[in-house]
């Protein structure tokens, strides 16, 4: 390897809560030859004290500092100025498991990956409580065949990973070559990069293992985003039309990417409120359909009914008909939703009543070896047979909570609040 292994690079944006975390998770790796480009994006909070203190104690940081002007650049800064033979991306809220250079930068090189891919999960303020999830890396996509490219992928390019960068590691040399940039924009910068990625990489290599984490607690600044720039996730959809046209691979991948186009459109239309609601669908009614190929195709183009369903409902309606049309349509999920909200509460009050009743079982075997001494060699089999039990039943809660039922009963509870 080259005398830098990876470059890892933070753009960094008021971010002192979540920093210190972020940067001791990277200090931690097991791969030591690496370098930590941070760009600190104008940070009006302790964000650059921090940084500041990370590089002084270690020579591997190197700090850039930049007017405020967005991830997209912040990361396309890092870039210029890395060194690495490999790339890593990480956001300031988010970890890495200690190996997780170590490994990805292994398999990289046993099979000179132009990428690999890897699992990560989920946790909000405690990173020990974390989410277990499927979708990162959707494997039943993927062939059997290591490497691969694209034109192995089953049936949806596009559901193949997250298009995210920071549960891949990229080889530099690709990236040049690709000449591949993150778009600077307010969000969903990332986007274009990661999968013109995939089209443009020959060799792809998923590694099933979870080396990162992912913190999901910070609604308010996402939705504020959202609300404010609510046609970034279009720029970024244009974008990969774009590099598709240019490598010849549009006609190819047409319906997978009208539906791509569809999912993301109703998943941004559901989340938006007031003014930015109005605005996202007249721009999609007026542009974006057509342009993305949704317009004037035959039945069974698209691979949701529900989804068709309700794109000729805004095609054909308004913004106000659309909505009312939305809420009585899913009514009628209403009743299964409620269903499996209280069959998942139920599974869950009676795992969490067992883990009681083991923590008091375990508190009175304590008590009980407490008291009798000598036979405590005993009991404190007892007592590790019982906490291994409870670690099970934790672990048992935590795979209901990532399950399908909870997530419906998640669903549930905000469509019920809702309703009138």
């Not at 971010?15 to 009006?44: M, N, P, Y």
């Not at 500092?65 to 870039?79: F, I």
């Not at 060194?83 to 099979?111: I, Q, R, W």
């Not at 529900?306 to 009743?335: C, T, W």
Request: overall charge negative; hydrophobic content about 40%.
């Amino acid at each position: 390897m080259n005398a830098i292994a990876v470059s890892v690079i933070i753009p960094v944006y008021n971010a002192g809560e979540t920093l210190e975390a972020t940067l001791d998770s990277v200090c931690a790796q097991t791969l030591q030859d690496i370098e930590v480009i941070c760009v600190d994006d104008g940070s009006t909070d302790r964000s650059a004290q921090i940084l500041n203190v990370y590089a002084e104690r270690d020579n591997r940081f190197k700090i850039i500092a930049q007017e405020n002007a967005g991830a997209g650049a912040a990361r396309n800064k890092g870039l210029a100025a890395a060194k690495g033979k490999y790339l890593s991306f990480l956001d300031a809220d988010d970890l890495f498991e200690p190996d997780m250079l170590a490994d990805a930068a292994g398999v990289c090189e046993k099979y000179d990956a132009d990428y690999c891919v890897f699992d990560f999960d989920l946790f909000s303020d405690d990173p020990q409580e974390r989410i277990a999830i499927d979708w990162a890396i959707c494997r039943w996509e993927l062939p059997e065949t290591i490497p691969f490219s694209h034109n192995e992928i089953k049936q949806n390019v596009f559901l193949a990973f997250t298009p995210n960068p920071w549960n891949k590691l990229f080889s530099a040399d690709f990236i040049r070559r690709a000449a591949l940039r993150f778009q600077e924009i307010k969000n969903t910068n990332d986007m274009f990069f990661t999968f013109s990625a995939l089209f443009h990489a020959k060799k792809i290599v998923p590694i099933d293992k979870v080396l990162a984490h992912y913190r999901t607690n910070h609604g308010q600044t996402l939705s504020y985003a959202r609300e404010n720039s609510w046609d970034c996730f279009f720029q970024a959809l244009a974008a990969v039309k774009a590099e598709m046209m240019k490598l010849g691979l549009y006609e190819k991948y047409e319906q997978q990417y009208a539906n791509t186009v569809l999912n993301y459109f109703l998943w941004q239309l559901d989340r938006l409120k007031g003014p930015s609601f109005f605005d996202c669908y007249d721009r999609f009614v007026k542009e974006w359909a057509e342009a993305s190929g949704l317009t004037g195709r035959k039945d069974g183009y698209f691979y949701k009914e529900r989804d068709l369903a309700r794109l000729k409902a805004i095609l054909q309606g308004n913004p106000v008909d659309y909505l009312v049309y939305f809420h009585e349509s899913m009514s009628q999920y209403i009743p299964q939703l409620e269903m499996s909200n209280g069959m998942a509460a139920q599974e869950i009050d009676k795992m969490a009543a067992d883990i009681r009743a083991l923590h008091d079982e375990i508190q009175k075997v304590t008590a009980e070896r407490n008291e009798f001494g000598s036979a405590g060699h005993v009991l404190k089999t007892d007592n590790g047979r019982l906490a291994h039990a409870n670690a099970e039943l934790a672990d048992e809660l935590a795979r209901i909570k990532s399950g399908r039922a909870y997530r419906l009963a998640e669903r549930a509870k905000r469509i019920l609040r809702r309703r009138p």
